[in-house]
């Protein structure tokens, strides 16, 4: 917009021969400007998954689900790309690591069957149960402390998880509350330290009230 005011500004001082060639220009900018995806705007390549999302959450999570919780969790792992490949070797909508998703095929196989992390039903399965199993893992006062838990545990492991729980509790913090207690507190290396903790920040502070917005149910730790 500020772009747009000095344009405006600079019209003003145009001998009226060159006014006609800056308006034009404006127009075109102004086009431009309406074409460009709003900011925090759910992509549409996630609209194709969101059927899918809400039936496999509901399956394991029952009607109250927080769909605009896992849906940013999805849009953080993979952005919503059923071929997505990180370069340390995570797949999928889910971005299982083979030897995460391997194993977990064997703890449901029923729901499961055979690994197939680029399938995107099964990823959306895979993810939706692998945070049920998390979060039967771990505790909290509140729903939102309990999901930072749970999100921290999908992206790091729930090992380390525990870890950080007791090395808050030693360290005087509550061990009970990710939020500004156990989230400052780990042993992990700096670069897994970061990514960890703008993992679980980012999904539950700027991807969840984006799609809770957007209709797609609530979430954990807003409406």
Not at 51 to 74: E, F, K, N, V
Not at 126 to 142: C, M, Q
Request: hydrophobic share 50%; charged share 15%.
């Amino acid at each position: 917009m500020l772009l747009l005011r000095l344009l405006i500004l600079a019209m003003l001082l145009l001998h009226p021969r060159r006014l006609v060639v800056a308006l034009a220009l404006l127009l075109v900018l102004a086009a431009t400007l309406v074409a460009l995806p709003a900011w925090g705007a759910v992509p549409a390549s996630a609209q194709q998954y969101q059927r899918l999302l809400t039936r496999s959450a509901h399956a394991y999570w029952g009607l109250d689900a927080p769909i605009a919780t896992m849906a940013g969790q999805i849009h953080q792992e993979s952005a919503w790309r059923a071929n997505a490949r990180s370069p340390v070797g995570a797949q999928g909508l889910a971005q299982f690591m083979p030897a995460t998703s391997e194993w977990f095929a064997t703890v449901y196989p029923a729901a499961l069957g055979d690994n197939q992390p680029y399938n995107p039903a099964w990823a959306l399965r895979a993810l939706v149960l692998y945070d049920r199993w998390i979060y039967a893992r771990v505790s909290g006062p509140n729903q939102c402390e309990r999901w930072a838990k749970t999100l921290s545990g999908y992206n790091g492991g729930l090992g380390w998880v525990q870890r950080d729980q007791r090395l808050a509790a030693s360290r005087g913090a509550d061990p009970a509350r990710w939020f500004d207690h156990v989230e400052h507190h780990t042993s992990r290396a700096d670069w897994a330290r970061r990514e960890n903790r703008g993992y679980v920040r980012n999904i539950l502070t700027r991807w969840e009230p984006m799609y809770a917005a957007a209709g797609w149910g609530r979430g954990v730790c807003g409406a």
